[in-house]
């Protein structure tokens, strides 16, 4: 089924008189590099403990310049995990005075590590906010998609966050959480799993945090992989085409989003990233790139991007 979507989310767009162009640029996506301690099933980027590809610290310098050029209201630092790539305490430094909102997108467990828990106070210091995946309160789940073992460090880091504020009403310090469905499904709405979420890590772990966010898998990566071993894929792909929502778009974090690659080259999304789709289509470094894309141009699109416009969508 893979060659008959080739672009056919372009068609669709043109079938429903829509398009998806660039707004004014207001987020940086910072991906660090896709070193990983866990080796997660919906992983788009296929991030491991194996993977080499992390940020140098002349790239980083380059992503630190360029923000200083233009000021983005929301920075956000992801992966694999940024906490195991080294230099990352200069990039958070050096960041928090470019932007009202760093982000950081944490596995809790690569946190949980013995020469990264001083990052709590850099974090604390900055007022970072914190964004923890943590798929599930079910145990079995968890461990379905990130591996046996990994509910019990990502519980304890959870109340490390909360002893020193995070997630706590009136402290400041933003912790929210982001779940993916288990397999090959759509996602729950997501106050009803916000609300479940929070009585369950509040009734069972004494934990707490601001808010929950729920996204589609996208069929790339790790998570292509499964779909095509399990012979779900064709059967995911038409459930993200049959939810297809043209109310989406105007909201799709890629209008005002620049994304750069741990080696620098820009995309307009971390999903294009994984689908090596760069930014608008043509390859460009951070290196040769002064300013923001410009208001009105097009946007590259893909076959994952209908996990982007099924249902309410990925904002």
């Known amino acids: 089924m893979k060659d008959t979507l080739h672009n056919s989310f372009e068609l669709r767009l043109t079938r429903e008189g829509v398009s998806l162009k660039r707004d004014q640029a ?3 996506q910072i991906n660090t590099g896709l070193l990983c301690d866990l ?47 080294p230099h990352i305490e200069h990039l958070i430094g050096n960041l928090a005075p470019s932007t009202d909102r760093l982000m950081l997108r944490t596995n809790l467990t690569a946190l949980s590590q013995p020469d990264k828990t001083h990052l709590l106070e850099l974090f604390r210091e900055h007022r970072v906010i914190l964004i923890a995946s943590f798929p599930s309160t079910n145990e079995g789940q968890l461990a379905a998609q990130r591996g046996d073992g990994v509910m019990d460090p990502s519980l304890k880091m ?23 469905p288990s397999g090959a499904f759509m996602p729950t709405d997501q106050e009803a799993a916000e609300r479940k979420f929070k009585h369950d890590l509040a ?3 004494n934990l707490h945090f601001n808010s929950l966010f729920i996204f589609a898998n996208m069929p790339l ?8 071993q399990s012979e779900n894929f064709d059967a995911y792909m038409e459930k993200l085409h049959s939810g297809f929502n043209s109310c989406t778009l105007d909201g799709l974090m890629c209008r005002t989003l620049v994304s750069v690659a741990w080696d620098g080259n820009l995309y307009d999304c971390d999903f294009n990233q994984a689908a090596h ?14 300013g923001l894309p410009e208001r009105g141009t097009a946007i590259a699109v893909g076959e994952h991007c209908f996990a982007c416009t099924a249902g309410s969508g990925f904002t």
């Open 203 to 205: 009734r069972k772990w």
């Open 277 to 290: 789709i760069p930014l608008g289509g043509k390859p460009t470094h951070i290196s040769e790139f002064e």
């Open 221 to 228: 990566g790790r998570f292509a992989d499964w779909l095509e």
């Open 158 to 180: 959870l109340q490390k966050l909360n002893d020193v504020g995070y997630g706590i009403e009136g402290s400041g310090l933003e912790l929210d959480l982001v779940a993916n």
């Open 39 to 85: 080796k997660c099933r919906h992983c788009h980027l296929s991030a491991g403990p194996g993977r080499k590809e992390v940020m140098s610290l002349q790239t980083m310098e380059q992503v630190i310049a360029y923000a200083k050029r233009n000021r983005f209201a929301t920075i956000d630092i992801t992966g694999g995990a940024p906490e195991l790539v």
């Open 26 to 28: 207001h987020t940086l």
